[in-house]
């Protein structure tokens, strides 16, 4: 059964910068399409980044310019960097294969004041 643990959310102010990582125990994410979802309080889970298995990528609209998403599949791991942080980026944020088959994580917040 694979595990994902999320990490690297903090609070910071609009204009820094934060690496999340999401560590894969039980299984690899080599293979898969992989993605980065958040949720807001009060609103659904949304799709932000996702990298294939080729490392191509693709962005949601506000996430694009500003995120990148990577991986190392020797360390199994996923990240998303994040740069000039918005206040609308704070969320829970979250790591799953792109088709969602893996049981959610408990997320790492990221909290970003005006």
């Known amino acids: 059964q694979v595990q994902l643990v999320e990490s690297g959310g903090d609070l910071v102010q609009a204009g820094d910068s934060l690496r999340l990582s999401c560590a894969a125990s039980?299984?690899?994410?080599?293979?898969?399409?992989m993605g980065w979802f958040r949720q807001a309080p009060g609103k659904k889970r949304e799709f932000v980044a996702t990298?294939?298995?080729?490392?191509?990528?693709y962005y949601s609209d506000s996430a694009q310019g500003r995120f990148t998403i990577s991986r190392d599949n020797a360390k199994n791991t996923l990240y998303l960097q994040m740069n000039s942080l918005k206040p609308e980026d704070t969320a829970v944020y979250y790591c799953?294969?792109?088709?969602?088959?893996?049981?959610w994580g408990q997320g790492t917040q990221v909290t970003v004041s005006s």
């Open positions: 799953n294969t792109l088709s969602e088959l893996y049981a």
């Open positions: 039980g299984g690899t994410l080599q293979n898969h399409a």
């Open positions: 990298i294939g298995w080729n490392d191509s990528t």
